[in-house]
């Protein structure tokens, strides 16, 4: 496949990346400013042709939110509430049972659950959620709390982060899902999540998940107060703990979503940094078999662009996704598989049905 650039500065970065050489944070910062795009579409393109060929990746999911109730104060989030709260919940398991039952069918392989750091219930609940719903529905994999998540329960329970995830797994505890990281820059996070893990402690609970033979995922929040070198320093040190562990499974770049569903264009990233940044993802992270890209944070059309931008995978059906959607995302909270496959075909690219692990489970 011939790549044809109009941008001759890029000819040093082409020739790295067709040599499979590792690109540096200052190659990155071309990337974000060269006004050739579709130069590094075709890059990342290549680089993902590379790894998967035409394959793109969905599972049939459900999120759950266990409780709302949270005592960090993040600026971007729209989704907590403080204890009495109108509007503040906590699923027991009676309504957690519920609130699943009412929306299960069997397809569903993946249970994705993030919620507030409730310091109303003990640590002794969240590990009851997990139990809960692997007594009820044994056949679906538990993908549950974030890294940031972990380092909550440690300080609620006085148990190192170790004991905490060892725990977790005995409750049934299959992954961690990439939430929480924000962008992995000390700056970024004491303006944007004060009150969370830091970039070290995000990154430990990520690194001892993969000791104790859990493959995780990791995302990053662009969109707002960061840099375009502090995107790349988060992706480097994703990159690195890559290298040590290999536990990673997938990197989800999520686009900021302002608080308002009437923001104006000012208020939402742009669909060029997007695709740029999904597609800079992918020339950077070279020892991630996938780049996600996002559907309910950049819309099911921007998704098909992806696929041609180095992207592998579009997440999943969701049934009822409602983060995003508390401070504004576009997209409908959930999507058919049959919506799903057409998304993928009418981009040309082969349709595969995955569980968590990105194990093949029907190719359409």
Partial sequence: ??????????????????????????DGLYLYE????????QLANQVNLKKNGDNVYFIQNMYINPTNVCEASCSFCGFKRKPGQEGAYTMDSEALLKYVGERWNDNIRE??????????????????TIRTLKKHYPSATVKAYTGAEIEFFSRISGLSMKNVLEELIKAGLDTLPGGGAEILTENYRAKMSPDKASTDQWLEAHEIAHSLGLRTHA????????????????????????????????????????????????????AFDDMRTLAISRLMLDNFDHIKAYWINIGVQ???????????????????ERISHSVGALTSAGITRDELIHLIKSANKTPIERDTFYNVIKTY
């Fill in 1 to 26: 496949m011939s790549i044809l650039l109009t941008d001759t500065k890029l000819e040093g970065i082409k020739e790295k990346v067709l040599h499979g050489e590792r690109l540096s944070i200052e």
């Fill in 34 to 41: 060269t006004p050739d795009l579709l130069g590094v579409a």
């Fill in 111 to 128: 249970f994705h659950i993030v919620g507030g750091h409730n310091v109303e219930v003990g640590f002794e609940y969240y590990l009851d």
């Fill in 219 to 270: 995302t990053m929040l662009y969109g707002s107060i960061e840099s375009k070198e502090e995107r790349l320093i988060h992706m480097d040190r994703v990159r690195q703990l890559q290298d040590r562990t290999n536990g990673f499974m997938v990197f989800i770049p999520l686009a900021m979503q302002p608080r308002s569903v009437n923001a104006n264009l000012k208020r939402r990233t742009s």
């Fill in 302 to 320: 921007l998704t098909q662009m992806a696929l041609t931008f180095g992207s592998s995978d579009i997440h999943g059906t969701l049934i009822e």
